[in-house]
């Protein structure tokens, strides 16, 4: 629940719209909601802004469908990560709302509508192919908190020429979040052409002395350049989740 | 040199203030000024915003000498990081304008005036008393680089309502750095209670299987909370630039 | 076979109720049964205390249902361990008195009569949903040792307002075990704010950076809290032993 | 403060024989005495117990004074671990108080009397001449907690005859502090000889792949007996703090 | 081929039993067998006194096949490690000298006599029942080579008097090999009570933090006890066969 | 020793201008000179086609110095690295001959003349500052063995503009080296702007996570570029070695 | 697309038998096509001399095609590599010229032509046969990028006769690639034999504490002969086309 | 004390040449001698054959001198490992028997005499001139135990040909000590080339990617030649003891 939705309820029962055992019963979840096997915050939205999301991996069809049964019914924009299509077919029909991107392996309902034209954005940068996966849940992640976001993809550094095409757009960007595995030197190369915070993701893309995206990640925190913080290996969702946070400063700057 | 300095020389030779050789001579180092064992990037801040900031860990008393020299000669704020007091001493004769923190262990010339009471503000807030050093580093870069700075000191985890004493200076802040060694666990109780970007920082500060801030580092990139990007060990510099460059973006919103 | 049985034996020898014959078949493995390919321990009841549990990841069917069957036909209380459903299905014809438990699986029987009201209790504490099965396994492991156990989950560092409301259960216990994947952060926290011992666990719940649970363990390791001790990745069983020798000692002093 | 000091405040501003100010005066560092570049947590020995321990290596001298004139004042035991000679040195004319240990490098002050003849104890044992130093940071840890403590050192597993020699001894303690370098074997084989908790200490005793204690630190963990858990590589003192508080759980069912 | 099969050849041509024609196509394989993917050393049992043992494990039916094949025509023992029952089957028809032990997952052919009784003999010693199939694996390979072989299983440290029950049987043998997971302590006790040397075996069994064997690895290389060296994680043969080497030396002795 | 040398000793021996005595003295030392604790390689320059490299760290002065001493009076180039300059003081008076350079910390004498101008040459290009003394170290081992070398330095990613004004040379090499510390990206960059192999040096350049060169050494072992082979960490003269001996082959082709 | 092919284009404009839609047509994917999810880098032939190579390992059918359909399309010579059966048998119905080889599971199309007899060849020399896929993915890289190549497999160090049995082929070598697993001794003994550039090849064959081939990895970065350097674990590719460009500047020297 | 002198002992009580008390006196220390900071085991030698060798690191001058002491107040050969010059300085006027050997930095007294010429014999083998002091700690270790022991130094696999010459030396010993740091190459190449058991010393020599050692130890557990087992990095002690013991066995044989 967020402040508009709280404020909703607080009035609807002032105003007599709402008797008491309905705004009761309203209020039931909040701050948190208990399923037994997992407490939802739900005071998040009004205390950090977005309401909780949600990471699939590991979880049980039924436990699964407990929480997004419950957050669909507090309304508000919805997010589940890390979701297989397998998991999607076992909750769809909990609500027309929901919808499945396999690109990212996100379920999602009640997406934001786009900011206007023109809007700060978030530039979401992929060194290669197989990095699109973390990169659209960045991407995806960013625009179901209200943000708007450009992607490049497929412009690692051993071709930096691909890069230097689409330099513009990126300088364009409020914040730049920057996904790579192998080496992981994306981040050092466009930190040094932006003047803009950058957000490192690791990925596990590579083999070997890789070592399931080691390599990429400690790449990054080592970067010679200024300006590039990091995340987790393959944690598109962090990544999103950080750029919306430091471009709704910028959203107000320009707003 | 910065966009003001460039227009300077500019308009000087337009005016006739400035002769053909004179602009040349002052231009001969831009953009990019070669010292032989180095090369400056003078551009930097016309293109990033910031003038390059000096790491002295490891270099020889001639070559900080030669590169301190240079930055003097080019004007704007200078900031060398990880200097020891007696690399201070040689090169203290250089310009009146040095002057030695050993708190943070920097060298500084030129701060900026700090910006007006009532700006937005970084919160640096540290764990235990043997991270001084690093908070510190990040706090002067953030100043040097015009932010407001607010300090915490001595909140960790372990005493977690000294923590939360402090909580309200915490949450008025546009970014947060969490310094931290040992579990490294401040970052991540931190980001559950305000609503703005975090940069965590791991210390080597620590013993055994601490292995040199490894464990503070995996524990911050493993943060179970949201909002939350690392940079690397002891790395305070970078995590006060990062930090800076989201503050801009909300200080433009306040403007 | 544990004191009260030995004593039986031979008492039942010498009131005549048993011949030396039967006497013998009875004593016949002990101290030690040998199963060929295991020695099960049936001293380990009057030495330590509990008798032997066994670990049944990676055991055949045949080799398992060799030792329980043994361990039934010895008496007292049965902890079986990281059993899988189909283990438990082919050797749940041996006895009647076996049962699963999906949540922590384990198999049980005999599992002893709870402690009164009112008697010490173990606090057994989980950071997230995901972290169930071991804090389950760890009070599964006191309840069958004769302890009383309270758990409290999904109280993770990241909405440490969860934990707090919960803090006067926590505070009651004679012994915490704080259970927690990803950053590990839950012991630190939990320490500092009760004064008896905590028993951290860390478990493989994370991706990346987890490394496997490494993180957590490591941060666990590195508690800036005092009172502190940890045990092996996953090791439900383990904490819930090592916070049952505890709680003994405080139940004698209550007793 | 303690609750003892506490009471003798309030006591005496309500008989009359402190005044306002002099209460006041008395509470001023309470519950958190701020010296600026830490923060004491005074409130800790009302809390859990004891008092705050200093943590010397790394410490300068003149934040060690402050810190140490500042807990003289505030009475009570004071323990202060990894501490130098010089370090001593340059405090000892603080208080007369104040002794300093060269075999544990512990300063410490107003030893609590030890616990009468006959007192349940804890069991420090060491496997080797080179532990010496970590064990016996345990035991000076216990004993200013007010425990009685028997030292059993030089029993590694190489001569395990040595170590059966002492058993009884062991056998008969609350609570075994286990301490190993190299393979850290030692906690392992005890425990399964004894039936009360055993707190393991790694150390960083060896060489090669010892790997600073990480080997030892590794095999406590894996233990394939049950009842042990592990702190931090050379952590004396949190062993000797943990078995306190499990002794004192049993010193209350003796009392 | 070993020198007694290259005098026979030598032999049958010189008294005429064998003609050029033969004598040649029986040495065309001498002293390197080439089947294209692999070559065969044939010289091997020759030049170190056993013939070269097939891995299996990795290996196509069809190159294992072949493999085997050629080594049947060579004559003498066949040893082939890391078999799966379903490998073996593949390869059954070539001979009904070929057997299969799951124990030990190896296939055999030709076991030689097993020496006299009061030989000269090897302990193999095993920690606990997981690591029975690297203990077979040593067991069955030093039978191989036609050493004696004695085995003493489930006997780790955790209930430390098993092992001691046993001890005369190991003391009586000539070389020990000690095979343990976890934390891998069993060389480190068993070297201090033996004065033959003893072969360390780390295996895989475990979870957490023993990283598939690491733990008792870097246990067994820093062992306190002299006269323990170590071999590769889960290796059984390699350790069955620096036994056999360490054994030959005695059985000469005393032969 | 050399094909030339031994060929004169031949040729003198002939036509009597040498006799028995004098080309076996000459001859004594080869294939290998016998030091006692050392066993020099006579042979190499006539094996390889360069003589032995000496590496001095952790040389005692006497060891060093019998080396140098033998090697001059086999006559050829010397090359001796990681030398500090109290160990080129201790041998200086071994002959005029001999020079010490401390930028790459290399004691060399009989420097090869350098090829015409317009040979082939090696480009050795270094990240930062700090990788200096490495990549001198490859230049001043390729200038040993005869080549031509451009070096192009202070040319990192974080300013890739810095990189791009000197392609040209580096573009027009027969091999790259490529010399990085921190995140280790420049060979990625530069094998994607090249057509001729990149031969990458990690440096121990960093702090923190960059764990002694280690993040810099994965980075270019999972380089996204194709063309790129890595020497270890800091190890210039590797570099210049290989380089000179893949040089070699574009020399012939041009000669 | 290489320079002929543009040529081609150029030239069928001026001369009139391409009208302009038709040359434009051609052209339309130069420098780079755009598939959406990659960019195909088409301008790569023209600018290092070799086109494009797909690595197969996590691609979807579907994208595969894609990338092949227009590979296939711009003519040239066609390398993927890590590609499955399965993999093949989607795509091979796209041309006739496909063919896919399950020894260095590769597609390929258009190879070369081999280089006539007696052009300098590249010896690929494999310790053990398991190392045999990674040798093989080595040889076909090289004979697409129109090498001559030697395969020497099966001479591990040791049965060190087994190589000294083929090293007059391999000394002939203009470049030797060498591939290993386990301890990955190979290449510091084949370096030390020959005056030519070795490129190491670290397989990930071996198990325990290979760690996935980090083992091999290890030695050869260690290589105490001069000349060696090293690509990632299994890449045999990597090696191959590193090969290729040292082989390159051989074959020009002896055009 | 071994058999002989407890024998003595015994005899001269019962002849009457010692009086009880005088008896007692000396058997005062046995079976294990209380120097406070450590227990002798004087029983050892009468156990496994050898006396109790002390491991100088890390031992404090007082501490040394006490323990050597009483081991030369016991009688028999006398083995001090790691001792640096100044502790020897420190204890040598407590007997001129003892001795110092800066090469393989032993203090030593009564050297047993050496076996008689043609007795069997330890081949200690190292690679390099680094690894001349752990090599030296091997042979002194076997000597002081009564083995012959041939030294072959220098014969590192990057010159393979220097091992050659030296081939019928090492093939000649019971058990060869193969001691190498860097790759560590050099056991796997010996163990192909002999009969006999291989002890393998990894050595920290080395630097960067070596990690002190680590790598040449994993090269070593790796082997994939049969007969290789291995002791921890620099552990010539432990590799000169094991090697003792498997002599011991030859030359029981041979006797």
Redesign the interface.
């Known amino acids: 629940m967020d402040e508009r939705m709280l404020s909703e309820i607080l009035e609807g029962y002032k105003d007599g719209s709402l008797d008491l055992g309905s705004a009761l019963a309203r209020l039931e979840d909040y701050?948190?909601a208990d399923l037994g096997?997992?407490?939802l915050?739900t005071?998040?939205a009004f205390?950090?802004?977005?309401p909780e999301?949600v990471y699939c991996?590991?979880?049980s069809d039924g436990?699964l469908r407990a929480i997004l049964e419950r957050l669909l019914s507090l309304g508000g924009p919805l997010l589940a990560t890390r979701a297989g299509r397998e998991q999607f077919e076992s909750v769809r029909d909990l609500s027309p709302e929901l919808s499945y991107d396999p690109g990212s392996r996100t379920i999602t309902a009640r997406r934001p509508a786009p900011p206007p034209a023109g809007s700060p954005y978030i530039a979401v940068v992929a060194?290669?192919?197989?990095d699109?996966a973390v990169a659209e849940e960045a991407a995806v992640t960013a625009r179901m908190f209200g943000r708007a976001v450009e992607t490049v993809?497929?412009?690692?550094?051993?071709?930096?020429?691909?890069l230097f095409?689409r330099l513009d757009l990126i300088r364009g960007a409020?914040v730049v979040v920057a996904v790579a595995g192998?080496?992981?030197?994306l981040p050092?190369?466009l930190?040094?052409?932006?003047?803009?915070?950058t957000?490192a993701v690791?990925t596990?893309?590579?083999?070997?002395?890789?070592?399931?995206?080691?390599?990429?990640?400690?790449?990054?925190?080592?970067?010679?350049?200024?300006?590039?913080?990091?995340?987790?290996?393959?944690?598109g969702?962090?990544?999103g989740?950080?750029a919306s946070?430091?471009a709704g400063?910028?959203?107000?700057?320009?707003?």
């Open positions: 701050p948190e096997f997992a407490r915050d005071q998040r205390r950090v802004g977005f999301v991996a590991g979880k436990h060194a290669g192919t197989s699109y993809y497929d412009v690692g550094v051993a071709g930096i020429h691909r095409r409020s192998m080496e992981g030197a050092s190369v930190a040094g052409l932006v003047s803009v915070p957000i690791p596990s893309v590579g083999y070997g002395a890789s070592f399931g995206g080691l390599a990429a990640l400690l790449a990054m925190l080592n970067s010679c350049a200024s300006g590039v913080s990091v995340v987790n290996i393959d944690n969702y962090g990544a989740y950080q946070l430091i400063q910028a959203s107000r700057a320009t707003g």
